[in-house]
């Protein structure tokens, strides 16, 4: 018993220890229409920045978007602030990517769309209370923290 207790106490050290990566997730900002490929209006660009300014200490290493303006768009002022490239990925194989997405150990923004961004929390595993991002609305930031390799230990909804 006494050696449980010991080997108890050294696994949360060695859990306090590890590092955590935090994957933030958004909706892209505001499009001017709804047309298959829009650009953002003034107020989403001025969201864009405003994640920017927020996510700008938070060690973003890694910036995925779908190949679509109004993400990539979204995602631009954190790349240029920050000098990481913005990768793509298919909104169609977020099983895939979250397989990959489990595996970052370093911080990072995913941009997506109304359905694609809640499909990957649910893809990620994590349970959560928004079950639908109307069209209407852009300022759901959902951060989701993993410490060292375990699986994700928290996500919290945000907004911005």
Do not use: W
Not at 13 to 41: G, N, W, Y
Not at 52 to 68: D, F, G, P, V
Request: glycine letters at 2%; charged letters at 25%; one cysteine or more.
């Amino acid at each position: 018993m006494k050696y449980l207790f010991i080997v108890s106490i050294l696994l949360l050290f060695i859990l306090s220890c590890a590092p955590t990566t935090t994957i933030f997730i958004v909706r892209h900002a505001e499009k001017v229409d709804s047309s298959r490929d829009p650009d953002l209006t003034e107020e989403g660009l001025s969201r864009a920045a405003r994640l920017a300014e927020l996510l700008k200490k938070e060690q973003i290493q890694h910036i995925y978007s779908t190949n679509y303006k109004r993400t990539t768009k979204t995602a631009t002022p954190l790349s240029k602030l920050m000098n990481v490239p913005i990768s793509l990925y298919a909104p169609d194989t977020l099983h895939t990517f979250a397989r990959a997405i489990k595996k970052l150990n370093s911080n990072a923004l995913i941009v997506g769309h109304t359905n694609s961004t809640i499909n990957l929390l649910n893809e990620l595993g994590l349970s959560h209370t928004i079950k639908i991002i109307e069209d209407s609305d852009y300022s759901n930031l959902f951060k989701v923290s993993r410490k060292g390799k375990t699986a994700v230990l928290k996500l919290e909804e945000l907004k911005y």
